[in-house]
């Protein structure tokens, strides 16, 4: 007998296949054939049955296996017709994006690849890093923020359900902030709904125990008595000209979320805030101004149940629904354009202080401008204008928990290490295998374990100072400015108030303080703390 190749076995084989494939209906009358002789036999087997019992066992049998052939004839037509489908799309070509093996390290390398890649188009970011299955969309420029770097922190490292969110805000964010129709608007509701400018006061007492001239940019007394409105305000009007139906938002303090509550009900939109229950718990008054405001407020039980976990709920949020929903992000944290978006609108703070001290003082800038910092909001819009000019000597006030060295502190520029932390590269507390470590501190707004990019590197090059203050510092520095001055501070303020006798003055020293919150929200624990004493 002759006997076949492997190559013409197979060739047969292909065959048969193809036949079977081309020829649908021999499957189909195959399957009818043994219906019909099942139908026989089941006929035959029914009228000879001994019992009825034997005669219900054949009946279901035959109704099962008639559901079977059915079952495979519709599988059938419903193959064929996808193979159909598919042969008359047979021009349209699928592809995927190419994964590069090698990814540029050096600011060298990265700039060479936006030049050449600048030469075809202007994008706002020009570097796509391609790493397994998700892209990073990130670009390196040194000081230029505009790219969403600063320094060797920033970028977006988002997942990639979150590509297109992240994308469209990137590309409208300047175009609709720098329009005239939005300067308009924002700056009409900044002056006639928020109340600013917010006053430069000069602290007299204050500036006495201190031995210099102490000035407070009074962010308390604006509309929802913080600096967050101001943020919110600007973001909401992004979100509807961007069409979006739907606001979500992270809150620690609460006045973030009390803040997009406001904005929300102000431009008749639908709002979801997530909170840290042990946050809720501790700020129960500005939950229940969210809730009277109309917006739904999810306590979040997972991890710490504070900011870091709520920021982690309000992303998966988003997540889920990337098409009408806007996530208003509360401080100079996430993803890039977040931390240039928020900082740019916070700016307001930074333009206000220049004009109010060329009348007071005769010149626009301080000799220190002193803020607290958790993510950042407040202290950009501080120094946003004053980065740059050397005269100026930027404090940073981080939450130092019960001390640095205790494993509960919220210092994070004191003890971070570089990662990721909800789409940004920046400091984050971490422990030695890369795990994010839970903060700490009295204060609700300052207990994040990252902070914002703008900060990280303005550490890590020397232009700002950093100190860590503590809870009972902090605590110390609230009640002295409430009997110096007769104001009550937020929590947060008072850390950068507890900085001021951590450093020498000299007479002349103009000193611009930034108080960003009032303290109405945090009166239990002021309460607690004086009853302790």
């Not at 400018?197 to 940019?217: D, Q, T, V």
């Not at 929802?224 to 809150?251: C, P, V």
């Not at 501790?282 to 504070?306: C, D, F, W």
């Not at 700002?464 to 007769?486: H, K, Q, S």
């Amino acid at each position: 007998v002759e006997s076949k190749s492997q190559e013409e076995v197979n060739a047969e084989e292909a065959s048969e296949t193809d036949v079977a494939q081309k020829n649908p209906w021999i499957n189909r009358i195959t399957l009818l054939m043994v219906w019909v002789i099942i139908f026989m036999v089941a006929k035959n087997l029914i009228d000879h049955a001994y019992n009825e019992k034997f005669e219900w066992v054949v009946k279901i049998g035959f109704a099962v296996i008639t559901v079977g052939i059915v079952m495979a004839l519709l599988f059938s037509f419903r193959t064929a017709d996808l193979e159909q489908a598919a042969s008359d799309n047979t021009d349209v070509e699928i592809k995927r994006p190419e994964i590069t093996s090698s990814i540029p390290e050096t600011k060298e390398e990265l700039t060479v690849e936006r030049t050449e890649s600048k030469k075809q188009e202007n994008p706002s970011y020009a570097l796509e890093l391609y790493i397994g299955n998700h892209i990073l969309d990130s670009v390196y420029s040194g000081e230029d923020t505009a790219y969403g770097y600063y320094g060797e922190f920033g970028g977006a490292y988002v997942p990639e359900i979150l590509y297109g969110c992240v994308e469209e805000l990137r590309k409208n964010y300047l175009p609709i902030i720098q329009s005239e129709s939005f300067k308009n608007e924002f700056d009409g509701l900044l002056r006639d709904y928020v109340g600013r400018p917010s006053p430069l006061y000069l602290a007299p007492r204050l500036s006495e125990r201190y031995g210099c001239r102490i000035y407070l940019k009074r962010e308390d007394l604006n509309h929802t008595g913080a600096h967050k409105i101001n943020n919110t305000i600007g973001q909401i009007l992004i979100a509807k000209r961007m069409g979006k139906r739907r606001i979500i938002a992270e809150t620690g303090a609460g006045q973030h979320g009390v803040a997009t509550a406001t904005v929300c009900a102000l431009m008749n939109m639908e709002c979801v805030v997530y909170m840290g229950k042990t946050d809720v718990e501790r700020q129960h008054i500005n939950v229940q101004k969210m809730e009277m405001l109309g917006a739904t407020v999810y306590p979040v039980t997972s991890g710490n149940m504070t900011l870091k976990d709520a920021t982690n709920e309000a992303i998966r949020d988003w997540c889920c629904h990337p098409s009408d929903t806007y996530y208003i992000i509360g401080s100079t944290v996430g993803p890039h354009p977040y931390p240039d978006m928020v900082a740019r609108l916070q700016s307001v703070i930074s333009e206000e202080i220049r004009k109010q001290l060329s009348l007071q003082e005769g010149r626009d800038y301080p000799d220190y401008l002193i803020a607290c910092v958790g993510g950042g909001s407040n202290a950009a819009g501080t120094i946003y204008h004053y980065v740059n000019d050397d005269r100026v000597k930027i404090v940073l006030a981080e939450a130092g928990g019960k001390g640095i060295d205790t494993g509960m502190s919220a210092a994070t520029i004191q003890l971070g290490k570089i990662g990721i932390i909800h789409g940004s590269k920046t400091l984050v507390m971490q422990s030695q295998d890369g795990q994010i470590e839970e903060p700490y501190s009295i204060s609700a707004g300052l207990d994040y374990p990252g902070i914002g990019p703008i900060h990280a590197n303005l550490a890590t090059n020397k232009r700002a100072t950093v100190l860590a203050i503590n809870d009972d510092e902090a605590l110390n520095a609230a009640f002295e400015l409430t009997r110096l001055e007769g104001i009550i501070p937020a929590l947060e303020s008072a850390h950068a108030l507890g900085a001021l006798g951590k450093l020498r003055f000299r007479p002349e020293d103009v000193v611009v303080l930034t108080v960003s919150g009032r303290g109405d929200k945090d009166m239990e624990t002021y309460i607690r703390e004086m009853k302790n004493k």
